[in-house]
Each structure stands twice: as structure tokens, then as C-alpha cells.
Nanobody, 124 residues
Framework: QVQLVESGGGLVQPGGSLRLSCATS????????IGWFRQAPGKVREGIAC????????FYGNSVVGRFTMSRDNAKNTVYLQMNSLKPEDTAVYYC?????????????????WGQGTQVTVSS
């Protein structure tokens, strides 16, 4: 059974950094597209990074490019999101998602499997 569990969220000051982890089980990580998404209160869920299931290319949303870095450790069945230069507008619940039927994507409804999310709050 496919499972994804996010961790690493918390409270951080503007300009700070956090690293989120997404521990996966029940599937072979590098055969699935994996995405990171976030949702702030009152806003739609936003795709911020994803990794291709075919060649490992990584794509980023415009709001995080140059600040966030996604990576994958197949041996540990874990995906990471390193977040630097955090801003108050990065405050949201962050989710990882997986799907075996797409190459990559930043659209939430392309993904079948989701974690429960981890809260990130950027505030002084």
C-alpha cells in the first residue's frame, strides 16, 4: 500500500531555512512521479516542485525557483525539499504526492497518492 509521510515542518524566521522530508513506502520510488505541493489558508493547492519518473529531471514552480531544491534518495525511499531564503508568503501546509501514471507535473489532480502534510510557518 502506497504511503507518504512528510516531516520537518515548523516555525522559522524570514530568511531562514528548513528541510522537509517525505518518507515513502509501498512502491518503487524512482518509478513514480513525485511532487511537492503547498496550500495556504484560503488559497488553492500550488505545485512547487516535481521530479520526473523517467529521467529524474526536476522542475520548479516560479514562486520557489532559485530558493527551493528538491532531491530524491532511492536507497532511503525518501524525497527532500530544501527551502532557503524563506518568506512569510511561503507559510502553508506542505504535501508530497506520488503517481505511477505521469512522467512529471505540478498540477495536484495529476497525483493519486498524498501524504498528510506538514505545517511550515515563516514569521518573525
Amino acid at each position: 500500500q502506497v504511503q507518504l509521510v512528510e516531516s520537518g515542518g515548523g516555525l522559522v524566521q524570514p530568511g531562514g531555512s528548513l528541510r522537509l522530508s517525505c518518507a515513502t513506502s509501498g512502491f518503487t520510488l524512482n518509478y513514480y512521479a513525485i511532487g511537492w505541493f503547498r496550500q495556504a489558508p484560503g488559497k488553492v493547492r500550488e505545485g512547487i516542485a516535481c521530479i520526473s519518473s523517467t529521467d529524474g529531471r526536476i522542475f520548479y514552480g516560479n514562486s520557489v525557483v532559485g530558493r527551493f531544491t528538491m532531491s530524491r534518495d532511492n536507497a532511503k525511499n525518501t524525497v527532500y525539499l530544501q527551502m532557503n531564503s524563506l518568506k512569510p508568503e511561503d507559510t502553508a501546509v506542505y504535501y508530497c504526492a506520488a503517481d505511477p501514471n505521469i512522467d512529471y507535473g505540478l498540477v495536484p489532480n495529476e497525483y493519486a497518492y498524498w501524504g498528510q502534510g506538514t505545517q511550515v510557518t515563516v514569521s518573525s
